[in-house]
């Protein structure tokens, strides 16, 4: 169902050092919130994670767990900033869970599991999971109609996690249309190389992801958690995604020199790809407050 592990580390394993090249300092790989027209990746990606730490709630004394939690930015934010006293991630990627490891931050541990199966007795305060949802469901089993069924599991095992009355910051990246046919029959010149620069993110970069629909994400909330604020952050992503691709192609020469061509013009088409998707309304991305139920 979804990715897989090896699934996951074709998505990110390339190396943590090639990441850390176009990446912001802290190795956020998710949508940043930019609150100025000047504002530097690397404070929009605190803007991000504070307003998801303030969803969740997370404070002194309090416990969270980040789903999803990829190279560490959320734990360690939510512990040396939030001052959280246990803050714990989950992800799939062992080198992901091996570099947060390594960094021995205080009052943090990583897992390298599957959320879905990963079993603990463990309640917590709060939740925050940064466009780890992606990774459940594929694309097969959405054209089955098995999405929000799949959705509605993640969502109830997020519930069974927490204590009565914990908040959650909750955040998605979107597929809001597909490109379609003309009326009159045949594909665009334009809209035919979007189908093949989809699919190539999909199948080399993101294998078995599938980004959910918003609807199919409101259906699968309920009856387990209820939404309070909502935000769509579709120019956001777009302008984090540019920053990517622009960072990207300034170590053009080094990354073809340590990791290929292959790697270079990969990452290049797919970035460029992620640029126009959200320019032209194909995604869009999401922010939700949650509120657990009962």
């Known amino acids: ?25 802290r190795m956020n790989y998710t949508c940043a919130v930019f609150e100025s027209p000047d504002q530097s990746l690397e404070a929009a990606q605190l803007n991000k994670l504070r307003i998801l730490s303030e969803y969740a709630k997370a404070g002194p004394g ?23 006293d246990r803050a714990v991630g989950i992800t799939l990627s062992r080198a992901m869970a091996a570099e947060v490891n390594q960094r021995n931050i205080p009052g943090v541990e990583c897992i390298a599991s599957d959320f879905m199966q990963w079993e603990t007795a463990e309640q917590f305060d709060g939740l925050v999971s940064i466009c780890m949802i992606d990774h ?22 997020c519930w069974r996690l927490t204590k009565p009355g914990s908040s959650f910051g909750f955040q998605a990246i979107l597929r809001n249309r597909t490109p379609k046919m003309r009326p009159w029959g045949g594909l665009a010149a334009d ?25 199919e994400l409101i259906q699968a909330i309920n009856p387990w958690w209820e939404v309070k604020t ?36 990969d990452y290049d088409r797919y970035l460029s790809t992620c ?13 939700m407050e949650l509120q657990r139920i009962g």
């Open 230 to 265: 909502l935000h769509t952050r579709r120019e956001h992503y777009q302008r984090t995604t540019a920053e990517w691709l622009r960072r990207l192609r300034l170590n053009e020469t080094t990354i073809r020199a340590k990791w290929g061509d292959k790697v270079f013009e």
């Open 136 to 157: 459940l469901c594929s694309l097969d089993e959405a054209r089955q109609g098995k999405a929000v069924d799949i959705y509605r599991r993640y969502f109830e095992k």
């Open 62 to 84: 309090t416990s969270v767990l980040d789903i999803g939690c990829g190279w560490g930015a959320c734990v360690e934010y939510l512990a040396t900033t939030r001052k959280v």
């Open 1 to 25: 169902m979804g990715s897989s592990q090896a699934d996951v580390e074709v998505s990110y394993d390339v190396s943590n050092e090639f990441f850390r090249l176009w990446l912001d300092e």
């Open 275 to 287: 640029v126009r998707a959200f320019d032209i309304h194909y995604s869009s991305l999401v922010q």
């Open 191 to 215: 809209t035919r190389k979007d189908l093949e620069d989809f699919s190539f993110s999909s199948k080399e970069i993101f294998p078995n992801g599938l980004n959910p629909r918003l609807d």
